[in-house]
């Protein structure tokens, strides 16, 4: 199964990845703030796309459209294409404002410069002077198959309620001044800087952990200090990419319940990390999630209360990188079959069972991993093309 881990990064938060000039401490920084804010009307619906564990809304206010974004509540940040940037150019940036450094996984520096947009229109809401990272998302339009605009974080919502809508497929967005009573279980994120950090149970032991949107794992769990009880594992898994890095997946089933919002995970399948511990799209999937940041609370909604069971991982045994035109192994689970068969980091994938790689989109991709016991991929050998079938297994039961 592919991963790629999203923007994760929150600006001077302890453990995280981000690193910008002059930066001080959380707790002397105020938060970042939205540009100004308006709605047409008391209750925007925006119809959303499920790819993955993402919510990805199309949006378009004139005729150069469709708009593109995935909604990440990991991000302290909005991050917008250069083409969008320069199409909507705000507020001027100081030349004296440093750009935003990022160090990724293989502890190489990224430099994303700053900007201003001055318009985004997400249906009926109209968000004016954003404050903006320039990010080419080439790489993770390719990733999930449509092409993305941009990255929209948390700060741009300050002053709406926003409710991530995934079984309805659906983001909303109303005025945080009058709020209606939501149904769910209400959970305070009391943070200055207005991070969605929340309290999650573990077994006994109460941890805190990041509401990110942006990730697509189920629960990434830093095990430093809480000495987690597995059932399985953990195990090497596919190759993670992030902004500016790849980095080798540690998985595996725990064998302790994962309590979050009043609902129990028994057994829940965890990503390994050295980071914050963060909630991704696997396990936000079964709800509908209401951020209210003018009073510091999140609200989760599901029909029932039964405990939801984490399905097994299973996995061709490759990652890929993805271009229209063929798609690069980025890496092999080793002792895998798809190990056995000898396929390396770095062979050009051009088929997949005969059809040609422009066919398949993430959302096939994954459908085919969920259900097809083998796979058979055809790969570009100098001029030749080559067939291997590669047996699809459970990498964690």
């Known amino acids: 199964m592919i991963r790629r881990r999203l923007v994760f ?6 453990g995280l990845a981000l690193l910008v000039a ?25 119809p959303a796309q499920t790819i993955g564990n993402h919510l990805v809304i199309e949006v378009k206010w004139d005729r150069t459209g469709p708009y593109r974004f995935l909604i990440d509540t990991g991000s302290s940040t909005t991050l917008v294409t250069a083409a969008l940037a320069r199409r909507y150019p705000g507020q001027e940036v100081p030349p004296w404002t440093p750009p935003v450094r990022v160090k990724g996984a293989d502890g190489k520096i990224t430099t994303l410069p ?3 947009v001055r318009r985004l229109e997400l249906g009926e809401a109209r968000f004016e002077d954003v404050d903006v990272l320039i990010y080419d998302c080439a790489a993770l339009s390719a990733h999930l198959g449509v092409k ?8 741009l919502f300050r002053e709406l309620l926003l409710t991530l809508d995934y079984p309805g497929s659906r983001v909303l967005l109303q005025s945080a001044r009058e709020v209606p009573l939501l149904p769910g279980t209400t959970v305070p994120f009391d943070d200055a800087q207005k991070i969605p950090l929340i309290s999650v149970r573990l077994g006994e032991r109460s941890l805190v952990a990041l509401i990110d949107s942006g990730s697509d794992a189920v629960f990434s769990l830093n095990p430093v200090g809480l000495e987690p009880r597995f059932a399985f594992g953990p195990v090497v898994g596919a ?12 998985i595996g089933r725990l064998a302790e319940t994962l309590v979050m919002g009043g609902q129990a995970f028994p057994q829940p399948v965890v990503d390994l990390t050295d980071e914050l511990p963060g909630i991704g799209g696997g396990l936000l999937r079964h709800f509908s999630v209401s951020f209210d940041q003018q009073r510091d609370r999140v609200t989760f909604f599901r029909d029932g209360r039964a405990p939801i069971a984490t399905p097994p991982r299973r996995s061709a045994g490759v990652s890929f990188t993805k271009t229209p035109a063929y798609w690069r192994i980025a890496g092999v689970v080793p002792k895998s079959p798809a190990d056995t068969e000898g396929i390396v980091a770095g062979d050009l994938v051009t088929r997949i069972n005969g059809e040609p790689i422009a066919k398949w989109d993430f959302r096939r991709y994954e ?4 259900t097809a016991p083998v796979i058979t991929l055809t790969f570009l050998i100098g001029t030749a093309e080559t067939e291997k079938r590669v047996r699809v297994s459970e990498l964690v039961p």
């Open 148 to 155: 993305i605009d941009g990255v929209l974080g948390f700060p």
């Open 9 to 14: 990064f929150w600006l001077c938060a302890a």
């Open 239 to 250: 190759t993670v990419g992030t902004l500016s890095g790849e980095h080798t997946q540690q």
């Open 22 to 46: 002059g930066c001080t401490s959380a707790a002397s920084r105020r938060a970042p703030q939205p540009g100004r804010t308006t709605l047409g009307s008391p209750l925007v619906i925006l």
């Open 367 to 370: 459908q085919l991993v969920a």
């Open 114 to 116: 700053r900007a201003s």
